[in-house]
């Protein structure tokens, strides 16, 4: 791997940081290097504050102090996504890059959100500063997919998420059932702090009682999303403790109690999978966990509405029960957590 590549795999490292802190902004990762050596480096602060490109600036500026104009005009930066060129939380990256005159400014993809996609790159090409676009470009796509979803698709990017017996069934009627070990339930719980929202139909919640919190690993609580046609969840069901934020799509009554918003959907039921991504699309969703049960599963696989679905097998056999959902997809990784086999597949 050439130098160059090295320091934009580094932006994408950092960028990963900002895993389930900067929605829906999109990851990403900064490093400036001067004379051959990293001197400033920096990933986008949660939602709101100082992006990738400020806060790498702002290392140097510690580190040179009165010099540091100069050597950042001397420097090269790399970043994983195009620089922005608008103003939102935070002004122009690309307009303060452009003060600074750096000698040459690596970017990996171009940032597809309208206000920006090719107008960061014209900035800096316009105040002088060569651009190089495309360096580990299909990495970096992969690295903010939820985002390219968000924007290409209008909707949140969609993960299903499931385990399964080594006979192929997910439960057993009105009865739970743990299928996976205690290494896999910590793996899951990190996934859900990296994630916007979590959601469950209501047999799930009725026979789990879940609470879809963060309790196994560090991190916020993600949006908690029910399905509850005719409300029949009781009212103290672990899914509508105060615990985090509930969505409850339902065909009754829209209604805002405390942490828990009640929203009737007209003709629940139909196209619903594509009126709960949409509704959440507007709420700056920009990715879900889809973990059950199977209808729900099936509903969102029937209606091609899924990015990625990751799959626990356990050792475990129940000879009959609930089927695991039928689905066709690429698989992409192939790993053992502790004696449980995850399996991930995108979408083909």
């Known amino acids: 791997m050439d130098m160059h590549r090295q320091y934009m795999h580094r932006c994408l490292e950092l960028a ?5 802190s900067v929605s829906p902004n999109p990851m990403v990762g900064a490093v400036i290097v001067f004379d051959g050596k990293i001197i400033g480096e ?49 002004p122009p990256c690309a307009n303060m890059i452009a003060d600074l005159k750096p000698s040459k400014v690596y970017v990996a993809c171009l940032d597809p959100f309208a206000k920006v996609n090719g107008k960061g790159v014209e900035i800096l090409r ?29 909707r949140p990017y969609v993960i299903l998420k499931w385990a399964q017996s080594k006979d192929g069934f997910i439960g057993q009627e009105n009865k739970q059932i743990w299928l996976s070990n205690a290494a896999s339930q910590q793996l899951v719980h990190r996934w859900r702090a990296e994630e916007d ?9 009725v026979v789990d009682n879940p609470s879809l919190t963060v309790r196994h690993w560090q ?8 399905l509850d046609r005719d409300l029949a969840i009781p009212l103290d069901a672990n899914i509508l ?38 509704q959440l699309y507007l709420m700056d969703v920009q990715s879900i966990i889809i973990e059950g049960g199977r209808a729900t599963l099936q509903m969102f696989i029937d209606a091609g509405l899924w990015d990625e679905a990751r799959v626990f097998e356990s050792e475990i056999k129940l000879f009959n029960g609930i089927m695991a959902p039928r689905f066709s997809g690429q ?10 086999l995850l399996k991930i597949y995108k979408k083909e």
């Open 42 to 90: 920096g990933y986008t602060s949660p939602y709101g504050g100082p992006h990738a490109e400020v806060n790498a600036v702002q290392q140097v500026i510690q580190r040179y102090g009165e010099d540091a104009k100069k050597v950042l005009r001397e420097s090269t930066f790399y970043v994983s996504l195009e620089p922005c060129a608008h103003f939102g939380k935070t």
């Open 219 to 226: 991190g916020k609580n993600p949006l908690r999303i029910l």
């Open 16 to 20: 990963q940081m900002g895993a389930g």
């Open 126 to 154: 316009a105040a002088g500063i060569e651009v190089e676009i495309g360096l580990l470009e299909n990495e970096a796509v992969w690295l903010n997919r939820r985002f390219f979803t968000r924007i290409g698709q209008f």
């Open 197 to 205: 929202a979590i959601l469950v139909g209501t047999k799930t919640a």
């Open 331 to 340: 698989i992409i990784e192939s790993k053992l957590v502790s004696n449980d």
């Open 241 to 278: 403790n105060g615990q985090a934020d509930t969505i409850v799509f339902n065909a009754k009554k829209t209604e805002w109690k405390e942490n828990v918003k009640y929203i009737e959907l007209e003709n629940y039921g139909l196209y619903l999978p594509q009126n709960i991504l949409y």
